[in-house]
C-alpha cells in the first residue's frame, strides 16, 4: 500500500500536500461532503499538517514491529512442538 501510494499522489513533499489538499477539497461534490464528512476533516488536517511519506511509513512499519514483539514471547518453534509431543 505505501509505494502504491507514494507513486499515486500528486506531490513529492509535505509542503505540496498543502497544495493538493486545497484542491481536491475545492473539487469535492457536496454529496461526497456529505457522506463522508470525516474523510474530508482528514484531508483538510493533511493540508494544514503536511503529509511526509518516510515518516508515515516509518510510524507503520514501527507500529507493526512492535505488535510482533509483544506476540514473539507467545510463539512455539517446530522443535520445541516435535519435542513435546509423543511419538
Not at 33 to 56: I, N, R, T
Not at 57 to 72: A, H, K, Y
Amino acid at each position: 500500500g505505501f509505494a502504491l501510494q507514494e507513486k499515486t499522489l500528486p506531490f513529492e513533499n509535505p509542503e505540496e500536500s498543502g497544495e493538493v489538499a486545497a484542491q481536491k477539497l475545492e473539487a469535492t461534490p457536496p454529496e461526497f461532503a456529505q457522506h463522508f464528512p470525516y474523510l474530508l476533516e482528514v484531508v483538510s488536517e493533511l493540508g494544514v499538517a503536511g503529509y511526509d511519506y518516510d515518516e508515515e511509513f516509518e510510524t507503520g512499519l514501527d507500529l507493526i514491529l512492535d505488535g510482533v514483539e509483544r506476540l514473539r514471547p507467545g510463539w512455539v518453534s517446530d522443535d520445541t512442538v516435535s519435542a513435546d509431543t509423543p511419538s
